[in-house]
């Protein structure tokens, strides 16, 4: 990624000509780092986004919709009394740094007239999202409070005066140079700007646009001055793209020519963004409100494997009963060759065509008493191999319901989180509620939605409880239903008695994409109309057992699937 000084410039002057002269209509804060406003400008509502995530900072417009806590956080609570109903006077940049700054005309409690910015500092683990009043240019709040114990630069608390970051004099905000200013600039940094190093001199470049500089300048020919000129040039006229090259993704405001692999063209910077943090945010957002959820049931699941190994070698030492048994009777059917006090006899076994058989005695007792030992060892051994089965059936049977829950949470998008956690609350996973955890929305989560070339409609299920729902009560008992065989996945059900080839390959594809192996290639996946499922009395959620059914081969394609997908 790329969110550097001249994204920044672009991305201003995008959301200046959307939102200048808007009012804040709402405010959110979905996640700890990150807020949401939705503003009326042009007879529009637009959301913006804005978050300062370590790594995924950043400021757009988007078309996502978070569930919301249903106790807003305090900043969000302070922005709220100050901030909604304000106008959007003016959005400017700060020289060619990742420094955002929003003009605003509000109202407080009282009804007077009060002038707010909003800072939005993009800048990796130091971002932070301020409120200032700049009459006073003190802080009423921040999104994160720094002490002067962290910076002896600066603090952000309330009350204290508002600072810039410190800036770098040795570099220069090309944006602003003449064309003759520009020349000078570039000829006197010619070696840098050759050699990849343009970012030390040029405030706001980052290391991607600085090799394309070097890319221009080495391998095109061209001078220093005209290399500028001509990203500059770029920048102003270039489309957004998003790069994908070696399973790596990053954004930039225009196309570089020097990267290699494919790209995506986009209307808008705030529309790649949009694409770009859907992607990469997901599993984060996933993380934080699942929080240690995933390692606990990892954990379960390697203690259910140690069970098995430890079931195992009780099963070694239980498959003996048998002998015991046979130690039992041939002591009962020789005891009159027996006496107290030995420690071992031999017999002829008549199960083995009467070979001499020896057996071991406890001299303490009489026959009848080590004839009892014996069959009681059997009796202990021939139900102990019974539990160990009944054992092994529960342990495997939990493996897989926790490897079906760890495949969903990692293909969940954020409304299926508080579903999955509640499903585990229920079956005696996860705990109970943490009474400092804030409670979210309720989650509105249905079925995934696909139509196949043909039309058909196929439906994907988010997590056990609506996979029992969809395949075992809505479902129509001639539909079709299908699973990755013996792998974690949903359920599938394509919405037809009577499928095309295309169809049911298609609905094998999805069904493989959300499954454990959805990265392998000739994925089985089982196929079997309704009618053959069957849902076995206390059988945990998701379970169900069919015959009758059909496998096919397939390999799922991520942009193939998502053709077929259809958005809510």
């Not at 969000?76 to 740094?97: F, G, P």
Request: charged residues 25%; proline residues 4%.
């Amino acid at each position: 990624m790329s969110f550097d000084g001249f994204y920044t410039h672009k991305i201003t002057e995008e959301l200046t000509s959307k939102l200048k002269n808007g009012r804040i209509h709402k405010i959110y804060q979905p996640f700890e780092q990150e807020l949401q406003f939705v503003i009326r400008a042009n007879r529009t509502n637009y959301r913006l986004d804005a978050s300062i995530h370590p790594i995924y900072y950043r400021l757009h417009l988007t078309e996502v919709k978070a569930n919301n806590p249903q106790q807003a956080p305090m900043f969000c609570m302070l922005l709220r009394k100050h901030l909604e109903n304000a106008t959007v006077l003016d959005i400017r940049q700060y020289e060619n740094d990742r420094i955002i700054t929003f003009e605003l005309s509000g109202r407080d409690e009282l009804g007077d007239l009060q002038s707010y910015l909003l800072i939005f500092e993009l800048m990796g683990r130091h971002s932070n999202i301020i409120l200032v009043n700049p009459v006073t240019n003190k802080i009423i709040d921040c999104i994160k409070h720094i002490p002067p114990s962290m910076n002896s630069f600066r603090s952000l608390q309330p009350g204290t005066e508002y600072i810039l970051p410190p800036k770098n004099e040795n570099q220069e905000n090309i944006l602003t140079l003449s064309d003759t200013q520009l020349n000078e600039f570039a000829t006197e940094n010619q070696e840098l700007l050759a050699t990849g190093k343009a970012s030390k001199v040029i405030q706001g470049m980052s290391g991607l646009a600085s090799k394309q500089i070097t890319a221009w300048i080495n391998d095109d020919q061209l001078t220093a001055y005209q290399a500028l000129e001509k990203y500059l040039h770029e920048l102003k006229t270039g489309q957004p793209v998003i790069f994908r090259t070696d399973n790596q993704m990053k954004f930039y405001a225009m196309d570089l020519p020097y990267i290699e692999g494919e790209r995506d063209y986009y209307e808008s910077l705030s529309e790649s963004l949009d694409v770009f943090y859907n992607q990469k945010v997901r599993l984060d957002r996933v993380k934080q409100l699942s929080g240690d959820l995933i390692q606990r049931i990892k954990q379960i699941i390697e203690k259910n494997y140690h069970k098995l190994e430890n079931l195992e070698k009780d099963r070694q030492v239980a498959q003996d009963a048998d002998v015991y048994r046979l130690k039992g009777e041939l002591i009962n059917a020789f005891s009159y060759q027996i006496e107290k006090g030995q420690s071992s006899t031999v017999v002829a076994n008549y199960y083995d065509n009467n070979e001499p058989y020896t057996i071991e005695l406890n001299p303490r007792k009489t026959p009848s008493e080590n004839s009892q030992a014996y069959f009681k060892r059997y009796t202990k051994y021939r139900d102990s191999l019974r539990f160990i089965e009944k054992q092994e059936k529960l342990a495997q049977q939990e493996i897989e319901y926790l490897n079906s829950v760890l495949v969903q949470l990692e293909q969940a998008e954020i409304e299926d989180i508080e579903d999955i956690k509640a499903e585990l609350i229920r079956e005696g996973y996860g705990g109970k509620r943490n009474k400092s955890d804030k409670k979210r929305a309720k989650s509105k989560s249905k079925p995934r939605r696909y139509k196949s070339s043909d039309g058909v409609m196929i439906y994907v299920g988010r997590n056990n409880q609506q996979n029992d729902e969809l395949s075992m009560r809505k479902a129509s008992k001639n539909h079709w239903w299908l699973h990755t065989k013996d792998i974690p996945g949903a359920h599938v059900i394509v919405e037809s008695d009577k499928p095309s080839d295309q169809t049911m390959t298609e609905a094998a594809e999805i069904a493989a994409y959300y499954s454990k192996s959805h990265n392998s290639a000739n994925v089985p996946v089982d196929t079997v109309q309704v009618k053959h499922l069957r849902k076995p009395n206390g059988a945990k959620p998701g379970y169900v057992i069919y015959e009758g059914q059909n496998t096919l081969f397939v390999t799922p394609v991520e942009k193939k699937i998502n053709e077929l997908k259809i958005n809510d």
